[in-house]
């Protein structure tokens, strides 16, 4: 042994003892990586941070970094590094490259790969004005800093391997260049300093000279004159008000808060809940690995959803986004909390103050300027009902014009599902659709919502598909470049901008909802909703659990929807510890039912993945009231209904798509025994089938949806013509009537969105005609559709129906 193994033998315990770490590899099944034939690329030269990488690589399985590596009669480090322990850019640390690829060459069989290793001995970015603190950032420390890192953040190690790639490939394109271990060698580093950013995030600056330097900007000059101009006051009182604006506003990110936060929040997820599934965060590690502005997405169902993706953003190896928050949770403690952890307020709405506006815009645009990420809920608020609100389109808004002021980095956005079994609020919600005014955040309601606290299962985040703003407005508005300021002075908006915005918010709210989870809770609120007397006996509700995943795992919804990989069994036995329904046992059996509060609680779960099963609803209930049917014929009615299923579900698949889809969801109810085939037409099963009854339940789960179209097309057909204000206002006063005669409880049944969504459509959609005078008139196609929605829903509710329209419009 060497006196250099030696040595390291003997030190490295002590350095093992004092670090701990978290490793996260990407990972690429494309390149292949034998143990035999693998070498690491690290920054530079540390003892330290080879014992850490070394514990590293043993825990995910990979060859010890400190052993060489053996290529025939030929022995190399296993270790490449690109600088010296300074910093200082070194080109004969290529030669290692160089040597490598030479052999691969003379060894047309030899594939090296290399893995990219970087280490964080915390992750603080450090600040644009020298502080004089210790900085944790990956600028090479020198040995007496390095000390300090091992004992104040060696409790706090990033490990990052990167995909590996493959010397072979880069042999075979480039073999002429006989300079190529020292290029390989700078990509290495420009790779190390892009991962930097991804993790550690930009240089900080204060929140005071942030605030500074905005209050210095032309923009913000000119906002200040215009205020004084308008308002009749000083220069110094509109100035003093638009510092005030930008305080209330801006984010003090600390983070130490932030590391803190990620002790506190581990302990809390692990109290709360039995796991978070997190799909797709590769993919956001790449993004911010390439050098893109990313922007996240979410979907809104609770408080926790800020809490619950800084965590796991963070958990990936990424610095937390900075997040636009209401200014009602602006309220002590919360507020000083929210904002070190990266928070930034923004007010309800400012509509008419015009200095809020552009001091607003000035900090976003700045956060984007500067490369920090960003999160922002564009349904506004916390969904009520467990579905996707329409968008709010003002910050998506806001995003577009900082791409007209020429940032320079590409802007992603990524959309993000957030799902759990259990959602805190869920009780105080239907009591605010009830008529319950929206209590107010206080510090008081943080005390009652901690004394709460208990396991709430699992938790669920899936990062969607990204849309890469630069590349939309290539695809949509070739033009738009024309519109850029390049970062001179506020943009004019352009007339382009809103329906381009409009369209792009439409797109991501399709994107989020193609992450959407399928857990055990919101599966039985599916299946127990649609039963008879909201009961299934154990048997049947693991039928049913079965049979959907089946079709989910078949016949896809979405490349990014998750659907587990368990049985029905295990998911019955999921949902009874999660108390959503009652259990009753007798001598026959179990069986789930549900009790009123318990219906209306699960509504709003069932409501997160309904989009997901909308289709092969209309399938089933089609196929029961035709009883024999061709798929095309089926998937001619679905295509009329889709326009109005996209823009109330959001579902992702066009008109285009239902032939194929409709084709696939029919084969996959045939081999599960829920329709029948004769080589030409599919049948329905017989009725005292388990076949018939589990396609019934299917099919119940679209019920309620059709009964609304049917509302508010039974009204333009007996009417004649309407107001849109009394079609809107009609429907959603014959729909609380139905519910109530018909025991339909669903929050968003009567839902006036809902409605204004559906005329918008059926309008679009040339249902509705509007004449000289204002009012909506049906068109001939009206009536037809109408009949043949009224064929699919029950009798009773076709009677009621028509009787209330008629009762209604007879008494105006």
């Known amino acids: 042994m060497s006196m250099k193994h030696l040595l390291f033998s003997i030190f490295k315990w002590p350095v093992r003892w004092l670090t701990q770490f978290e490793a996260i590899r990407d990972e690429d099944e494309a390149t292949p990586s034998a143990a035999d034939h693998l070498v690491y690329v690290m920054r530079s030269p540390s003892f330290t941070d080879l014992v850490v990488a070394q514990k590293a690589t ?70 644009e004005e020298p502080a004089g603190a210790l900085t944790a950032d990956i600028e090479v ?13 060696g409790r706090n190690i990033m490990v990052r391997i990167s995909r590996p790639v493959s010397l072979r490939t880069m042999a075979d394109r ?65 100035e003093q008000r638009a510092k005030t604006y930008l305080e209330e506003i801006a984010a003090d990110y600390r983070e130490g808060l932030v590391r803190f936060g990620d002790r506190v929040m581990t302990w809390l997820w692990n109290r709360l809940y039995n796991g978070i599934d997190v799909r797709h965060g590769e993919t956001v590690r790449k993004l911010a690995q390439d050098g893109h502005e990313i922007i996240y997405v979410p979907c809104h169902r609770s408080h926790m959803d800020y809490l619950l993706l800084s965590y796991v953003i963070y958990k990936e190896g990424l610095v937390p986004p900075h997040i636009a928050a209401g200014v009602n949770l602006n309220f002590w403690p919360a507020g000083p909390i929210f ?76 959309p993000v599902y957030i799902g759990y079994e259990h959602v805190m609020e869920v009780s105080t919600y239907h009591k605010e659709l009830r008529g319950n005014n929206k209590k107010k955040e206080s510090v008081f309601q943080v005390f009652g919502i901690l004394r709460k606290l208990r396991n709430f299962g699992h938790g669920y985040v899936t990062f969607g598909k990204p849309v890469r703003l630069d590349e939309y407005l290539d695809e949509h508005q070739p033009d738009w470049r024309d519109s850029s300021t390049r970062g001179l002075e506020e943009p004019a908006k352009p007339s382009w901008m809103t329906p381009r915005v409009n369209q792009l918010a439409d797109k991501l709210m399709r994107h989020i909802n193609d992450g959407a989870v399928v857990n055990s809770v919101n599966l039985s609120g599916l299946c127990l909703l649609c039963s008879e007397n909201r009961s299934l006996t154990k048997e049947e509700l ?44 007798d001598a026959v059996g179990d069986v789930a039912t549900l009790l009123p509060e318990q219906a209306i609680s699960l509504t709003y779960y069932r409501n997160n993945i309904l989009h997901l099963f909308a289709v092969p609803a209309l399938v089933a209930i089609y196929s029961l009231a ?21 823009a109330e579900l959001y579902l992702s698949q066009d008109v285009e798509d239902v032939p194929v889809w409709t084709a696939a969801i029919c084969e996959q109810l045939h081999e599960q025994g829920w329709l029948q085939y004769d080589g030409e037409q599919y049948s329905v099963p017989a009725h005292d089938s388990s076949g018939y009854f589990q396609l019934r339940l299917l099919a119940n789960s679209i019920n309620e949806t059709l009964i609304r179209y049917g509302i508010v097309l039974e009204l333009l057909q007996q009417s004649g013509s309407l107001s849109r204000t009394d079609l809107e206002k009609h429907s959603e006063l014959l729909a609380e009537r139905l519910g109530s005669m018909h025991g ?49 829903l029950p009798s009773s509710i076709v009677q009621t129906i028509r009787q209330s329209v008629q009762k209604l419009l007879g008494s105006h």
């Not at 995030?201 to 215009?226: F, H, N, Y």
């Not at 659990?545 to 990014?560: A, C, M, N, T």
């Not at 035709?626 to 996209?646: E, N």
């Open 542 to 585: 693991i039928r049913q659990f079965d049979g959907y995943l089946q079709l989910l795992s078949e016949v896809p919804y979405s490349s990014f929807a998750v659907a587990p990989e368990v049985t029905g069994e295990e998911l019955w036995k999921q949902a009874t510890k999660m108390n959503k329904f009652e259990v009753h046992s």
């Open 141 to 153: 420390p020198n040995l007496w800093k390095r000390f300090m890192l091992l004992l104040f953040a």
């Open 58 to 127: 043993r825990r995910l399985g990979l060859p010890d970094p400190t052993e060489p590596l053996q290529i025939g009669d030929k022995t190399f480090p296993r270790v490449l590094y690109i600088e010296d322990p300074r910093g200082r850019l070194k080109y004969d640390y290529g030669q290692p490259f160089q040597e490598l690829l030479e052999l691969h060459q003379q060894q047309p069989e030899c594939n090296v790969v290399m893995h990219p290793i970087a280490l964080f001995w915390g992750r603080n970015a450090g600040r």
């Open 744 to 792: 339909i409880d669903a929050p968003e049944f009567f839902d006036k969105r809902i409605f204004s969504t559906l005329v918008n459509v059926l309008k679009q959609q040339g249902y509705i005609v509007v004449a000289e005078s204002g009012e909506y008139c049906s068109d001939q196609r009206v009536a037809l559709l109408s009949d043949e929605i009224d064929s699919l």
């Open 626 to 646: 035709h009883q024999r049917f061709q798929s095309s014929d089926a998937a001619t009615f679905i295509a009329r209904l889709i326009p109005m299923l996209r």
């Open 339 to 414: 904002r070190r952890g990266g928070a930034f307020f923004i007010r309800r709405s400012f509509r008419g103050n015009k200095l809020y506006s552009i001091a607003f815009r000035e900090y976003l645009g700045r956060l984007f300027q500067k490369g920090y990420s960003v999160e922002y809920f564009m349904e506004g608020g916390r969904s009520r009902t467990g579905r996707l609100l329409a968008p709010k389109t003002g910050m998506l808004a806001m995003t577009f014009q900082g791409q007209l002021r020429g940032i320079s980095r590409p802007i992603s956005l990524v």
């Open 174 to 238: 480039h073999a002429s260049d006989t300079n190529l271990g020292a290029k390989l060698a700078r990509v290495a580093r420009t790779h190390f300093s892009r991962l930097r950013h991804a993790v550690a995030g930009p240089k900080l600056w204060s929140r005071d000279e942030m605030i500074r330097s905005l209050l210095r900007t032309p923009v913000m000059r000119q906002a200040i004159a215009d205020e004084v101009k308008s308002k009749k006051v000083s220069e110094a009182k509109a």
